[in-house]
């Protein structure tokens, strides 16, 4: 059997063993059953740790020293979105635009090239200036040159854009977060006690690992099957752990926004990508941005996403499969223009009203709000920042926003990161969050309360 063959082969081990035995966490560093919940989507900032590790594949990575390629200027369209929205207009930079911000992005993402990520791709916005860079390659095969612009998935950064949609219902009164998930799901055997709020919040009961890759699945023999929503649903259903109550426990779970997706169907009649598209991504102009469930393609020119097998293994390519088994927890495909416009909107106002923007941030019991969590970042006013960060097969990215809506950063890199110790490092989103200062800070000291909770890596 050849290396190539062989690799999906270790990846479904990987998959199966990470999810079947028993994990301690370690101080500073990320379990393995975090690094499997990471494999099937769900990515929560770390605690710190080893913001590094040895590189993917030191003889194909570029050096980070290459030359750069920066855009800056006026972030771009956005059209209204909802009743109270704005027009948007492109401005000119205003002098209140930090200097020489194009260089501090270089430097932060020559920290995940440099721990071994081939490519990456960086940006912020302040007010309507955007400036994004790219580093490293998007393909290892054709030494191609990473561009701002491309695109990547963007895992759970998806779950926000679903909790907008579910809590825009809410405010058209068409939907009560409190309102239980059967009343709309009726025929599924769901908890009677288990809310929509539940489900946004991470609190459903419902268990990290969804059984998707319960062997004999495997990434490989799964890459172009098709899952529906009810499908997958009955999938998590049989995992055998006893679940809590609903609203007494955290525990982050695909199946909770795959739900969401269901109940956005059940209340509007209409698929959940039409939904995404005509609240989100056409009205605020994300014309980079899609939510391909069906085709296992990343369309127009994008990252290539690559895994890390052993030491000295080459990097697996990953970049052609399908998202169904995530659906509306993770499958969009975005850029870091467009996922920065989106957060701009969410926070000044336009995508929702302030009393559930309030809600979607109260992250008080369980440090995870309602498709957000917070970040410690001292450097930057009010010292916390919102946003979330996503892990599929081959990529990591993060988006964050100050919660005044001034600021937004964004990163996609090709690969996942590992620790001297073979964790997941957290680092990508760390340096998505160190973005948002004005100076170059340690990203390792940046920090989510998030996953200050056991439950959140057992």
């Not at 990320?30 to 913001?51: E, H, I, K, N």
């Not at 795959?258 to 056409?282: N, Y």
């Not at 920042?385 to 892990?391: D, E, L, T």
């Amino acid at each position: 059997m050849t290396r190539r063959h062989a690799a999906p082969e270790v990846l479904g081990i990987f998959l199966h063993h990470t999810l079947t035995r028993d994990f301690v966490m370690l101080p500073g560093l990320l379990s393995l059953r975090r690094l499997a919940v990471l494999v099937l989507g769900p990515a929560l900032l770390g605690l710190g740790g080893v913001a590094g590790g040895p590189p993917l594949a030191p003889s194909s990575t570029p050096p980070a020293s290459a030359s750069p390629l920066v855009l800056t200027g006026p972030a771009g369209p956005a059209g209204p979105a909802g009743p109270a929205a704005p027009s948007a207009t492109a401005a000119t930079p205003t002098s209140d635009v930090p200097t020489g911000s194009a260089d501090r992005l270089e430097r932060l993402a020559d920290l995940v090239v440099d721990a071994g990520a081939p490519g990456v791709v960086l940006a912020r916005r302040d007010g309507e200036h955007t400036t994004r860079i790219a580093r490293g390659v998007a393909d290892l095969r054709t030494d191609r040159a990473a561009r701002p612009d491309d695109r990547y998935r963007i895992g759970s950064n998806t779950k926000t854009m679903t909790a907008v949609v579910v809590l825009q219902l809410v405010a058209e009164g068409r939907l009560g977060l409190d309102d239980k998930v059967a009343r709309w799901l009726p025929d599924l055997g769901l908890d009677p006690a288990l809310t929509v709020r539940h489900l946004l919040q991470q609190t459903s009961g419902l268990r990290t690992d969804t059984m998707v890759f319960t062997p004999p699945r495997t990434y490989e023999n799964l890459r172009f099957r098709y899952f529906g929503s009810g499908e997958l649903v009955r999938l998590a259903l049989t995992n055998p752990e006893p679940r809590p109550a609903p609203g007494t426990a955290f525990e982050y779970s695909n199946t909770n926004y795959v739900l969401a997706g269901m109940v956005i169907e059940k209340v509007t009649h209409r698929p959940a990508a039409v939904e995404l598209a005509r609240r989100i991504f056409r009205p605020l102009g994300m014309t980079d941005t899609s939510f391909p469930v069906a085709s296992p393609f990343v369309t127009g020119r994008h990252l290539r996403g690559y895994l890390p097998l052993t030491e000295g293994e080459e990097p697996y390519d990953t970049t052609t499969y399908s998202m169904s088994w995530l659906r509306t927890a993770g499958a969009v495909i975005s850029t870091t223009r467009d996922e920065t416009t989106f957060l701009r909107a969410l926070f000044t106002g336009r995508l929702l009203p302030t009393s559930l923007l309030t809600q979607m941030m109260d992250a008080d019991t369980f440090g995870y709000g309602l498709g957000l969590f917070p970040v410690e970042v001292p450097c930057v006013p009010g010292g916390v920042v919102w946003g979330h960060n996503g892990a599929v097969f081959g990529y990591d990215s993060a988006t964050f926003s100050t919660p005044d809506g001034s600021r937004q950063a964004s990163i996609g890199a090709n690969t996942w990161l590992l620790d001297a110790s073979g964790e997941l490092s957290p680092l990508t989103a760390q340096v998505a969050a160190a973005a948002l200062c004005d100076d170059v800070p340690d990203p390792a000291t940046l920090r989510s309360p998030q996953l200050a909770r056991p439950s959140a890596a057992s």
